[in-house]
Each structure stands twice: as C-alpha cells, then as structure tokens.
C-alpha cells in the first residue's frame, strides 16, 4: 500500500514522529501502551507488509518475554507475592507487570523509530536542519544513510567470499576467525575509500562555499497545515492529560491507576487517534482510488 503520510511535508512527518516517541517513552499505562504499539505495527505492516510483521514477530515480541522474565529476576518490590524463588526472594505480580510495561515502552519505540527512518529520509533531515545545524544534520544524515549501505556491502562480500570457499558458518574455528577477520578488512577499506570519494564529490560541488543555495522539493500546504495543526492540538491535550494525571498508573510498591471515566477516556481517544493517524490516512487513500477505479 502507498504510504500516504510519507509524502507529507517534511516538518509534519518531524513533529509527529517526535511527538508519537516521546509519549512512547513518557506514558507508562498499560492501555496507551498497547494503542501505541499496536498502532506502530499496523502502520509498518500497512506499508512494508511482511517485512514489518516478521520484525514485529522476531523482535517486539522476544522482547516483551525477555522483558517480563528479566524484570522480576532483579526486582523483588511489591506487595503481591505470587511465590518465593529458591533463593528466598519472593517473586510479585507488580514486578512481572513493570517488567511487560518497560518490554512494551521498548517494542514500542522500537517499531515507531523504524518507520521515523522510513519516513524521514536523509534529504527531508537536511531540509529540516541544513540551515539551523548545517554540519550536525549532514554527518547524522550521512550516518542514516552508511547504515544500510555498509549491510548491502556486508552482504556482498560476505557472499563473495562464501564463492571462493571462505564461509564464516563452515570450518574450524580458525579458519571462520580468519575469514571474518578477512570479510572485516574488506569493509573498512571500502569504507575509507567510500568516505575519501564522498568528500571529493562535496567540495567539487561547492560545500562549504559562502552563498550557497539549496534545492527542495518541498512545499507548505493546506493539508500540511491542517496535518501539522492536528499534531500541536494532539500535543496540548495529551500534555494536558499528562498534567492532570489522567495516564497515571503506579506499579510500586502496589498497583494504584486513574480511574476510567468518561474523563479520562477522552484522554486515550485522542492518542489512539494520534498513532492511528498514519493509518486512517492510508486507508482513507486507498479507498479514494478505489472508488477512482470503480467509477473509470
């Protein structure tokens, strides 16, 4: 499916991003929790497909379980004991609940952040930031950008030497040592000279140089402002309920929430709203052109 938020302005698809996170990482109630991931893994899956649900399957969920496992086996808090460990240490309903709360904080921000690197793509980063931290937003821009390159390399060469009979996965435990060592020194040489042409190329097109323009593609809007507008109003509520502690919800030493009342709900109303808007706008696209096609 056409991912219709990724052609947005480049500011919109920024703020939401940043908003989505940071309430990622800020909200630690359960039923947010869930909306937020469970809305993170539709919008990967309505725009990658498999590709996303097979990360969400090898990923996000071994991560809840390791999570939920880790947690009580360090943190022993809470006053509802479910047994006692052989080392004396009692095992709480509160620390195994803490546990799934952090594991979905972390699946969560985990999935939103790979659509953020499918969304803002290295030219929308420097759009953004080219004029404010010119040199910052190049060199996390060239980061962004290395990442899947050096994997493409990694998987070429890895896959060339596996031709000539050196395979890391076969052989003694020398010859995988050597073979590694080997696939790692092709890589760092294709790095440096990768970096040396990268350079070259910029100064002969004029970094650095005083009056320098740059091209953008580009352009503010209505449904941006529209868009951008929903995500300051999303924003001052949330915060707002944030405020008034209509998230709350303490594991330690027992488990205490905010009620859910029609008060309170219209709080997680709107940040279900939030993290499905992504989705909603794809689908409400999709059925545009269907209805285009039907009516050719």
Not at 48 to 63: D, H, Y
Not at 218 to 229: G, K, M, Q, V
Not at 239 to 253: L, T
Not at 273 to 290: D, G, I, M, Y
Request: proline fraction near 4%.
């Amino acid at each position: 499916m056409r991912d219709v938020f990724k052609q947005y302005h480049p500011l919109v698809n920024f703020a939401y991003f940043t908003l989505v996170l940071a309430f990622a990482v800020l909200i630690r109630h359960p039923l947010a929790q869930g909306v937020c991931l469970v809305c993170g893994i539709a919008y990967g899956v309505q725009c990658e497909g498999r590709k996303a649900t097979m990360f969400s399957l090898k990923f996000c969920l071994p991560l809840l379980a390791l999570t939920a496992l880790l947690n009580p086996a360090f943190s022993h808090a809470g006053v509802t004991i479910l047994l006692y460990f052989p080392t004396g240490n009692p095992l709480t309903l509160e620390s195994i609940l803490y546990g799934l709360s952090s594991g979905m904080m972390m699946a969560a921000v985990l999935v939103w952040f790979t659509s953020f690197n499918r969304v803002i793509t290295s030219d929308k980063f420097i759009y953004l930031f080219g004029r404010v931290i010119p040199a910052l937003s190049l060199v996390l821009s060239m980061t962004l950008r290395f990442v899947p390159k050096f994997q493409a390399q990694l998987a070429a060469v890895t896959d060339a030497q596996r031709s000539i009979g050196r395979d890391v996965s076969t052989g003694s435990v020398w010859k995988r040592t050597r073979t590694a060592i080997t696939i790692f020194s092709i890589l760092v040489t294709w790095s440096l000279e990768n970096a040396i042409e990268t350079a070259d190329s910029m100064r002969s097109r004029g970094y650095g140089l005083p009056g320098r323009t740059a091209f953008s593609i580009y352009r503010f809007d209505d449904r941006d402002r529209a868009a951008l507008l929903w995500v300051a109003f999303c924003a001052l509520f949330l915060a707002s309920g944030m405020m008034v502690d209509a998230f709350g919800f303490r594991y330690y030493p027992s488990i205490r929430y905010a009620s859910l009342d029609a008060f309170t709900l219209s709080f997680h109303l709107v940040y279900l709203l939030l993290c499905a808007t992504p989705v909603f706008l794809n689908l409400l696209e999709n059925r545009k052109w269907k209805s285009i096609r039907s009516a050719m």
